[in-house]
Protein backbone atom coordinates (compact mmCIF):
# COMPACT_ATOMS: atom_id res chain seq x y z
CA UNK A 1 0.00 0.00 0.00
CA UNK A 2 1.20 3.46 -1.00
CA UNK A 3 3.04 5.55 2.08
CA UNK A 4 1.04 8.45 0.99
CA UNK A 5 -2.85 9.81 1.61
CA UNK A 6 -4.47 12.43 0.18
CA UNK A 7 -6.91 13.88 3.41
CA UNK A 8 -10.18 15.84 2.85
CA UNK A 9 -12.06 17.84 4.84
CA UNK A 10 -14.70 15.59 7.37
CA UNK A 11 -17.56 18.12 6.24
CA UNK A 12 -20.60 15.58 7.93
CA UNK A 13 -17.95 15.29 11.12
CA UNK A 14 -17.25 12.41 13.17
CA UNK A 15 -20.43 9.99 14.49
CA UNK A 16 -20.20 6.75 15.82
CA UNK A 17 -19.92 4.32 18.49
CA UNK A 18 -15.91 3.07 18.55
CA UNK A 19 -13.68 0.28 20.63
CA UNK A 20 -10.28 1.32 20.08
CA UNK A 21 -7.32 -1.06 20.11
CA UNK A 22 -5.84 -2.66 23.45
CA UNK A 23 -3.59 -0.19 25.31
CA UNK A 24 0.05 0.15 23.88
CA UNK A 25 1.97 0.59 27.46
CA UNK A 26 -0.32 -1.95 29.39
CA UNK A 27 0.35 -4.69 26.42
CA UNK A 28 3.73 -4.13 26.56
CA UNK A 29 3.96 -4.49 30.37
CA UNK A 30 1.43 -7.75 30.33
CA UNK A 31 3.56 -9.78 27.98
CA UNK A 32 7.09 -8.88 29.69
CA UNK A 33 5.48 -9.89 32.92
CA UNK A 34 3.78 -13.19 31.35
CA UNK A 35 7.15 -14.33 30.08
CA UNK A 36 9.28 -14.21 33.42
CA UNK A 37 5.93 -15.46 35.21
CA UNK A 38 5.42 -19.28 36.13
CA UNK A 39 2.51 -20.86 34.28
CA UNK A 40 0.03 -19.56 31.23
CA UNK A 41 -1.18 -16.47 31.04
CA UNK A 42 -3.87 -14.77 28.19
CA UNK A 43 -3.55 -11.34 27.45
CA UNK A 44 -7.17 -10.42 25.77
CA UNK A 45 -7.40 -7.35 23.40
CA UNK A 46 -3.29 -7.03 23.64
CA UNK A 47 -2.10 -4.02 21.21
CA UNK A 48 -0.72 -5.73 18.32
CA UNK A 49 1.18 -2.76 16.78
CA UNK A 50 4.50 -2.61 15.57
CA UNK A 51 5.79 -1.33 18.63
CA UNK A 52 4.18 -4.06 20.52
CA UNK A 53 5.25 -6.63 17.89
CA UNK A 54 8.52 -6.02 18.77
CA UNK A 55 8.44 -7.10 22.55
CA UNK A 56 6.68 -10.39 21.34
CA UNK A 57 9.50 -11.12 19.20
CA UNK A 58 12.06 -10.05 21.75
CA UNK A 59 10.90 -12.76 24.14
CA UNK A 60 10.05 -15.25 21.81
CA UNK A 61 13.90 -14.38 20.48
CA UNK A 62 14.90 -15.41 24.48
CA UNK A 63 13.12 -18.68 23.96
CA UNK A 64 9.55 -17.62 25.84
CA UNK A 65 6.67 -19.61 24.18
CA UNK A 66 3.99 -17.35 23.02
CA UNK A 67 1.01 -17.90 20.83
CA UNK A 68 -1.26 -15.67 19.11
CA UNK A 69 -5.19 -16.01 18.15
CA UNK A 70 -6.62 -12.36 16.73
CA UNK A 71 -5.87 -10.13 19.89
CA UNK A 72 -5.30 -12.09 22.43
CA UNK A 73 -1.82 -13.63 23.51
CA UNK A 74 -1.41 -17.21 25.31
CA UNK A 75 2.59 -16.43 27.02
CA UNK A 76 4.08 -20.14 28.52
CA UNK A 77 6.32 -18.39 31.10
CA UNK A 78 8.89 -20.46 33.19
CA UNK A 79 10.10 -17.91 35.85
CA UNK A 80 13.32 -15.91 35.44
CA UNK A 81 15.27 -19.03 34.43
CA UNK A 82 13.13 -20.06 31.80
CA UNK A 83 14.54 -17.01 29.28
CA UNK A 84 17.78 -18.40 27.60
CA UNK A 85 20.52 -17.12 25.77
CA UNK A 86 19.55 -15.20 22.34
CA UNK A 87 21.40 -16.51 19.78
CA UNK A 88 21.07 -13.14 17.51
CA UNK A 89 20.92 -9.69 17.99
CA UNK A 90 17.06 -8.86 19.72
CA UNK A 91 15.61 -6.37 17.38
CA UNK A 92 13.70 -3.55 19.36
CA UNK A 93 12.10 -2.22 15.76
CA UNK A 94 10.64 1.32 16.55
CA UNK A 95 10.10 0.33 20.25
CA UNK A 96 12.17 2.60 23.24
CA UNK A 97 9.51 0.70 25.72
CA UNK A 98 10.95 -2.71 24.60
CA UNK A 99 14.59 -1.30 24.32
CA UNK A 100 14.50 0.27 28.10
CA UNK A 101 12.49 -2.75 29.96
CA UNK A 102 14.36 -5.22 28.28
CA UNK A 103 17.35 -3.62 29.55
CA UNK A 104 16.29 -3.67 32.88
CA UNK A 105 14.51 -7.52 32.84
CA UNK A 106 18.11 -8.90 31.47
CA UNK A 107 20.19 -7.12 33.70
CA UNK A 108 20.77 -9.77 35.86
CA UNK A 109 20.26 -12.93 33.62
CA UNK A 110 22.95 -14.89 33.36
CA UNK A 111 24.10 -14.29 29.88
CA UNK A 112 25.05 -11.53 27.01
CA UNK A 113 22.26 -9.91 25.22
CA UNK A 114 22.20 -7.21 22.33
CA UNK A 115 19.65 -4.43 21.77
CA UNK A 116 19.28 -2.79 18.69
CA UNK A 117 16.57 -1.23 16.57
CA UNK A 118 15.82 0.94 13.92
CA UNK A 119 17.83 4.02 12.72
CA UNK A 120 15.14 6.08 14.79
CA UNK A 121 15.61 4.06 17.93
CA UNK A 122 19.05 4.41 17.40
CA UNK A 123 18.73 7.96 17.89
CA UNK A 124 17.14 7.92 21.22
CA UNK A 125 18.66 8.38 24.72
CA UNK A 126 18.93 5.21 26.32
CA UNK A 127 21.75 7.00 29.07
CA UNK A 128 18.58 7.62 31.08
CA UNK A 129 18.47 3.41 31.89
CA UNK A 130 22.21 2.71 31.50
CA UNK A 131 22.98 5.15 34.30
CA UNK A 132 20.74 3.73 37.22
CA UNK A 133 21.41 0.27 35.84
CA UNK A 134 25.24 0.59 36.42
CA UNK A 135 24.86 1.60 39.86
CA UNK A 136 23.16 -1.29 40.75
CA UNK A 137 25.61 -3.51 39.06
CA UNK A 138 24.74 -3.93 35.72
CA UNK A 139 27.78 -4.49 33.04
CA UNK A 140 25.30 -2.48 30.40
CA UNK A 141 27.06 -0.29 27.63
CA UNK A 142 26.12 1.51 24.25
CA UNK A 143 28.90 -0.25 21.55
CA UNK A 144 28.75 2.93 19.92
CA UNK A 145 29.91 4.87 23.38
CA UNK A 146 27.21 7.79 22.91
CA UNK A 147 25.07 5.99 25.22
CA UNK A 148 22.76 5.24 22.30
CA UNK A 149 21.76 1.44 20.50
CA UNK A 150 23.07 -1.12 20.01
CA UNK A 151 23.12 -1.81 23.88
CA UNK A 152 25.26 -4.46 25.23
CA UNK A 153 24.20 -5.96 28.47
CA UNK A 154 26.50 -8.93 30.45
CA UNK A 155 23.65 -9.76 32.76
CA UNK A 156 25.51 -9.74 36.86
CA UNK A 157 24.13 -9.94 40.14
CA UNK A 158 22.74 -6.78 41.13
CA UNK A 159 22.15 -4.94 44.14
CA UNK A 160 18.99 -2.50 44.78
CA UNK A 161 19.69 1.15 44.99
CA UNK A 162 17.40 4.42 46.12
CA UNK A 163 17.55 6.36 42.62
CA UNK A 164 15.96 9.94 42.08
CA UNK A 165 15.34 10.31 38.61
CA UNK A 166 15.98 13.42 36.95
CA UNK A 167 13.19 13.08 34.56
CA UNK A 168 9.59 11.11 35.13
CA UNK A 169 9.87 8.20 32.90
CA UNK A 170 7.35 5.44 33.56
CA UNK A 171 10.32 3.51 31.33
CA UNK A 172 13.09 4.39 33.17
CA UNK A 173 10.77 3.69 36.64
CA UNK A 174 9.70 0.04 34.76
CA UNK A 175 13.05 -0.80 34.14
CA UNK A 176 14.48 -0.41 37.47
CA UNK A 177 11.09 -2.28 39.17
CA UNK A 178 12.26 -5.06 36.56
CA UNK A 179 16.03 -5.28 37.89
CA UNK A 180 14.62 -4.45 41.28
CA UNK A 181 12.98 -7.97 41.47
CA UNK A 182 16.28 -9.32 40.97
CA UNK A 183 18.45 -7.71 42.79
CA UNK A 184 19.99 -8.12 46.43
CA UNK A 185 17.72 -5.78 48.83
CA UNK A 186 15.65 -3.07 48.63
CA UNK A 187 15.33 -0.68 44.87
CA UNK A 188 13.79 2.90 45.36
CA UNK A 189 12.70 5.12 42.61
CA UNK A 190 11.84 8.56 42.98
CA UNK A 191 10.59 11.07 40.24
CA UNK A 192 9.96 14.76 40.51
CA UNK A 193 6.50 14.11 39.34
CA UNK A 194 4.17 10.79 38.86
CA UNK A 195 4.48 9.32 35.60
CA UNK A 196 2.33 6.64 34.28
CA UNK A 197 1.75 3.73 36.52
CA UNK A 198 1.18 0.85 34.66
CA UNK A 199 3.60 -1.31 36.17
CA UNK A 200 2.71 -0.56 39.92
CA UNK A 201 -1.27 -1.57 39.05
CA UNK A 202 -0.28 -4.38 36.87
CA UNK A 203 2.60 -6.23 38.52
CA UNK A 204 0.52 -7.28 42.04
CA UNK A 205 -1.58 -8.80 39.33
CA UNK A 206 1.33 -11.38 38.79
CA UNK A 207 2.06 -11.68 42.77
CA UNK A 208 4.53 -8.65 42.50
CA UNK A 209 4.63 -7.03 45.81
CA UNK A 210 5.90 -3.03 45.40
CA UNK A 211 5.17 -0.43 47.83
CA UNK A 212 3.85 3.11 46.20
CA UNK A 213 4.31 6.34 48.15
CA UNK A 214 3.86 9.93 46.36
CA UNK A 215 6.62 9.78 43.62
CA UNK A 216 8.23 7.16 45.21
CA UNK A 217 7.81 3.22 44.22
CA UNK A 218 9.83 0.75 46.63
CA UNK A 219 10.35 -3.09 45.25
CA UNK A 220 12.20 -6.14 47.07
CA UNK A 221 13.94 -8.29 45.10
CA UNK A 222 14.12 -11.93 45.33
CA UNK A 223 10.65 -12.02 44.17
CA UNK A 224 8.90 -14.34 41.43
CA UNK A 225 5.64 -13.96 40.04
CA UNK A 226 2.64 -16.44 38.74
CA UNK A 227 1.00 -16.30 36.00
CA UNK A 228 -2.63 -14.77 35.65
CA UNK A 229 -5.04 -13.54 32.82
CA UNK A 230 -5.29 -9.80 31.71
CA UNK A 231 -8.22 -7.98 29.88
CA UNK A 232 -6.31 -5.08 28.44
CA UNK A 233 -8.37 -1.72 28.21
CA UNK A 234 -9.02 0.13 25.17
CA UNK A 235 -5.76 2.54 24.04
CA UNK A 236 -6.64 6.08 25.34
CA UNK A 237 -3.53 7.35 23.29
CA UNK A 238 -4.58 6.07 20.01
CA UNK A 239 -8.29 7.23 20.74
CA UNK A 240 -7.26 10.66 21.46
CA UNK A 241 -6.92 11.51 17.95
CA UNK A 242 -10.35 10.44 17.16
CA UNK A 243 -11.75 12.47 20.65
CA UNK A 244 -9.20 15.67 19.26
CA UNK A 245 -11.12 15.09 15.88
CA UNK A 246 -14.47 14.99 17.44
CA UNK A 247 -13.73 18.40 19.53
CA UNK A 248 -12.56 20.63 16.08
CA UNK A 249 -15.11 18.84 13.45
CA UNK A 250 -18.38 20.89 13.60
CA UNK A 251 -21.43 17.92 13.78
CA UNK A 252 -19.52 15.37 15.85
CA UNK A 253 -20.59 12.80 18.52
CA UNK A 254 -18.61 10.12 19.49
CA UNK A 255 -18.73 8.06 21.72
CA UNK A 256 -15.93 5.57 23.14
CA UNK A 257 -16.46 2.35 24.95
CA UNK A 258 -14.01 0.99 27.50
CA UNK A 259 -11.04 3.01 27.15
CA UNK A 260 -8.29 3.01 29.72
CA UNK A 261 -8.58 6.00 32.21
CA UNK A 262 -5.58 5.83 34.34
CA UNK A 263 -5.18 9.21 35.81
CA UNK A 264 -1.60 9.61 35.09
CA UNK A 265 -3.09 9.32 31.37
CA UNK A 266 -5.71 11.55 31.39
CA UNK A 267 -3.86 14.90 30.89
CA UNK A 268 -5.16 15.54 27.73
CA UNK A 269 -9.02 14.55 28.51
CA UNK A 270 -8.04 17.52 31.38
CA UNK A 271 -6.69 19.83 28.68
CA UNK A 272 -9.40 19.71 26.37
CA UNK A 273 -11.96 20.44 29.05
CA UNK A 274 -10.12 23.53 30.13
CA UNK A 275 -10.30 24.49 26.25
CA UNK A 276 -14.24 24.26 26.36
CA UNK A 277 -14.12 20.65 25.40
CA UNK A 278 -17.68 19.19 25.80
CA UNK A 279 -16.24 15.52 27.19
CA UNK A 280 -18.35 13.54 29.38
CA UNK A 281 -17.11 9.75 31.29
CA UNK A 282 -19.80 7.34 31.98
CA UNK A 283 -19.72 3.81 33.27
CA UNK A 284 -16.68 3.96 35.46
CA UNK A 285 -15.19 0.85 36.59
CA UNK A 286 -11.93 -0.92 37.33
CA UNK A 287 -10.40 -4.24 35.59
CA UNK A 288 -6.47 -5.81 36.52
CA UNK A 289 -5.98 -2.47 38.75
CA UNK A 290 -6.88 -0.15 35.82
CA UNK A 291 -9.97 2.45 35.70
CA UNK A 292 -11.50 2.36 32.80
CA UNK A 293 -14.87 3.94 31.33
CA UNK A 294 -16.76 5.51 27.95
CA UNK A 295 -16.16 8.11 27.01
CA UNK A 296 -18.29 11.12 25.14
CA UNK A 297 -17.49 13.62 22.90
CA UNK A 298 -19.33 16.25 21.20
CA UNK A 299 -17.92 19.20 18.94
CA UNK A 300 -17.28 22.37 20.59
CA UNK A 301 -16.37 26.41 20.82
CA UNK A 302 -12.70 26.07 22.20
CA UNK A 303 -10.53 28.47 23.94
CA UNK A 304 -6.01 28.59 23.75
CA UNK A 305 -4.31 27.83 27.20
CA UNK A 306 -1.19 27.40 28.97
CA UNK A 307 -0.25 23.80 29.25
CA UNK A 308 2.70 22.83 31.52
CA UNK A 309 3.55 21.07 34.66
CA UNK A 310 1.79 17.96 35.55
CA UNK A 311 -0.39 18.48 32.21
CA UNK A 312 2.78 17.89 30.10
CA UNK A 313 3.96 14.62 32.06
CA UNK A 314 -0.03 13.44 32.08
CA UNK A 315 -0.21 13.98 28.09
CA UNK A 316 3.17 13.66 26.84
CA UNK A 317 2.48 11.20 24.04
CA UNK A 318 -0.76 12.81 23.20
CA UNK A 319 0.44 16.42 22.65
CA UNK A 320 0.64 16.12 19.50
CA UNK A 321 -3.31 16.17 19.02
CA UNK A 322 -3.56 18.82 21.12
CA UNK A 323 -1.34 20.67 19.18
CA UNK A 324 -3.32 20.66 16.20
CA UNK A 325 -6.63 20.82 18.25
CA UNK A 326 -4.93 23.72 19.61
CA UNK A 327 -4.61 25.33 16.07
CA UNK A 328 -8.79 25.14 15.56
CA UNK A 329 -9.22 27.06 19.26
CA UNK A 330 -9.66 30.68 19.67
CA UNK A 331 -6.16 32.65 20.97
CA UNK A 332 -3.15 31.45 22.19
CA UNK A 333 -2.14 28.04 23.59
CA UNK A 334 1.45 27.56 25.23
CA UNK A 335 2.88 24.55 25.43
CA UNK A 336 5.92 24.52 27.88
CA UNK A 337 8.52 22.05 29.52
CA UNK A 338 8.01 19.93 26.67
CA UNK A 339 11.52 19.02 26.00
CA UNK A 340 11.22 15.28 26.74
CA UNK A 341 9.32 15.86 22.27
CA UNK A 342 12.84 16.34 21.20
CA UNK A 343 13.73 12.70 22.05
CA UNK A 344 11.29 10.95 20.93
CA UNK A 345 10.66 9.07 17.19
CA UNK A 346 11.30 12.38 15.52
CA UNK A 347 12.29 16.30 16.89
CA UNK A 348 8.30 16.38 17.91
CA UNK A 349 8.31 20.36 18.44
CA UNK A 350 10.30 20.59 15.52
CA UNK A 351 7.94 18.67 13.31
CA UNK A 352 4.99 20.45 14.99
CA UNK A 353 5.66 23.64 14.52
CA UNK A 354 7.01 23.33 10.67
CA UNK A 355 3.64 21.40 9.78
CA UNK A 356 1.05 23.75 11.33
CA UNK A 357 3.38 26.78 9.77
CA UNK A 358 2.79 24.78 6.56
CA UNK A 359 -0.92 24.25 7.02
CA UNK A 360 -1.27 28.35 7.45
CA UNK A 361 -1.10 28.98 11.60
CA UNK A 362 1.56 30.89 13.53
CA UNK A 363 3.60 29.06 15.71
CA UNK A 364 6.78 30.23 18.20
CA UNK A 365 9.26 27.44 18.23
CA UNK A 366 10.90 27.45 22.42
CA UNK A 367 13.36 24.83 23.17
CA UNK A 368 10.63 23.12 25.60
CA UNK A 369 7.74 23.81 23.83
CA UNK A 370 5.51 25.46 21.60
CA UNK A 371 2.92 28.66 21.72
CA UNK A 372 0.68 27.65 18.86
CA UNK A 373 -2.05 30.67 17.41
CA UNK A 374 -5.19 29.25 16.91
CA UNK A 375 -7.05 30.21 13.05
CA UNK A 376 -8.06 27.97 10.14
CA UNK A 377 -5.76 25.33 9.00
CA UNK A 378 -5.49 25.19 5.11
CA UNK A 379 -4.59 22.64 2.38
CA UNK A 380 -1.82 21.72 1.88
CA UNK A 381 1.86 19.17 1.37
CA UNK A 382 2.49 17.06 4.99
CA UNK A 383 4.78 14.47 6.02
CA UNK A 384 4.79 12.51 9.37
CA UNK A 385 9.06 12.30 10.00
CA UNK A 386 8.45 8.87 10.30
CA UNK A 387 6.76 9.75 13.38
CA UNK A 388 3.36 7.78 13.91
CA UNK A 389 2.03 10.59 16.02
CA UNK A 390 2.87 12.90 14.24
CA UNK A 391 1.25 11.18 10.86
CA UNK A 392 -2.14 10.43 12.74
CA UNK A 393 -2.08 14.62 14.66
CA UNK A 394 -1.41 15.46 10.80
CA UNK A 395 -4.14 13.27 9.41
CA UNK A 396 -6.33 14.93 11.78
CA UNK A 397 -5.30 18.59 10.84
CA UNK A 398 -6.52 17.40 6.97
CA UNK A 399 -10.02 17.00 8.52
CA UNK A 400 -10.32 19.56 10.46
CA UNK A 401 -8.62 22.02 7.27
CA UNK A 402 -10.26 23.82 4.40
CA UNK A 403 -8.42 21.99 1.81
CA UNK A 404 -7.36 19.09 0.88
CA UNK A 405 -3.89 17.80 2.20
CA UNK A 406 -1.25 15.18 0.60
CA UNK A 407 0.68 13.26 3.59
CA UNK A 408 3.72 11.71 3.22
CA UNK A 409 5.43 8.74 5.45
CA UNK A 410 1.90 7.05 6.89
CA UNK A 411 4.00 3.88 7.25
CA UNK A 412 4.58 4.94 10.48
CA UNK A 413 0.76 4.50 11.80
CA UNK A 414 1.34 1.38 11.72
CA UNK A 415 3.69 1.04 14.77
CA UNK A 416 0.80 1.79 17.19
CA UNK A 417 -2.62 1.69 15.48
CA UNK A 418 -2.57 -0.24 11.81
CA UNK A 419 -6.33 -0.05 11.44
CA UNK A 420 -5.92 3.94 11.84
CA UNK A 421 -6.95 5.08 8.61
CA UNK A 422 -9.81 2.19 8.21
CA UNK A 423 -11.37 3.94 11.78
CA UNK A 424 -11.27 7.38 10.10
CA UNK A 425 -13.04 6.33 6.68
CA UNK A 426 -16.00 4.42 9.13
CA UNK A 427 -16.70 7.44 10.82
CA UNK A 428 -16.00 10.05 8.31
CA UNK A 429 -16.53 8.43 5.18
CA UNK A 430 -14.50 8.79 1.83
CA UNK A 431 -12.03 11.55 3.24
CA UNK A 432 -8.97 9.22 2.94
CA UNK A 433 -7.40 8.04 -0.52
CA UNK A 434 -4.14 6.48 -0.51
CA UNK A 435 -2.05 7.33 -3.69
Sequence with gaps: ?????????????LRGDVTFPGDKSISHRAVMFAAIAHGTSRIRHCSLGGDNRSTLQALQTLGVEIRREGDEVTVSGRG??????????????????????LAGLLAARPFTSRLDGDASLRRRPMGRVIVPLRAMGAAISSERGDDRAPLRIEGQRLRGITYHSPVASAQVKSALILAGLQAQGCTQVWEPVRSRDHT??????????LAVHDTMVTVEGGQELHACDIDVPGDLSSAAFFIGAALVIPGSELHVRSVGLNPTR??????????????????????????????????SSLQGIDIAGEWVVRAIDELPIVAVVAACARGTTTIRGAQELRVKESDRLYA??????????????????????????HGGQGQSFGDHRIAMALSVAGLAGTGEMV?????????????????????????????
Excluded at 80 to 101: E, F, H, K, Q, Y
Excluded at 418 to 424: H, S
Design 266 to 299: TGVLDIFRAMGGAITTLHLREICGEPVGDVVVRA
Design 352 to 377: LATSLRTLGIEVVEFPDGLAIEGGRL
Design 80 to 101: WDGLCAPARVIDCGNSGTTMRL
Design 200 to 209: ERLLPAFGGR
Design 407 to 435: LKGIDSVAISFPGFYDLVRELTGPTVTHV
Design 1 to 13: MSDTVVIRPASAG
